[in-house]
């Protein structure tokens, strides 16, 4: 059992900066993967950035320059810093994870419940 939660959403004026994090805990023996997506109103789920257990990241162009991606290998955590928020950055946001169990076998994805991000004046 493994369970991915959330914190750090909420509202926020344009040009503004929010944190976001989400923690892993349950039956990990490894993390590989972890990352955000986010989802608009009406829109697709799209990647906003993901980052490996050695710390290669990669991120949607949209993002880039704005927001960053961090994680914490001994806390199972992931963070997304994200500053000069824009009203087209107005998403639900969602964690996820890449696991192997401590009982071994291929790694599951898991997900975190989700965080509203809102980006108004």
């Known amino acids: 059992q493994v369970q991915l939660v959330e914190s750090g959403g909420g509202l926020v004026q344009p040009g503004g900066s929010l944190r976001l994090s989400c923690a892993a805990s349950?039956?990990?023996?490894?993390?590989?993967?972890m990352g955000w997506y986010r989802q608009a109103p009406g829109k697709q789920r799209e990647l906003v950035a993901r980052?490996?257990?050695?710390?290669?990241?990669n991120s949607a162009d949209s993002v880039k320059g704005r927001f960053t991606i961090a994680r914490d290998n001994a806390k199972n955590t992931v963070y997304l810093q994200m500053n000069s928020l824009k009203p087209e950055d107005t998403a639900v946001y969602l964690c996820?994870?890449?696991?192997?169990?401590?009982?071994?076998?291929?790694?599951?994805?898991?997900w975190g419940q989700g965080t509203q991000v809102t980006v108004s004046s």
């Open positions: 996820y994870a890449s696991i192997v169990h401590s009982g071994g076998g291929f790694p599951t994805d898991y």
């Open positions: 980052i490996t257990w050695g710390g290669s990241t």
């Open positions: 349950g039956s990990i023996f490894t993390i590989n993967d």
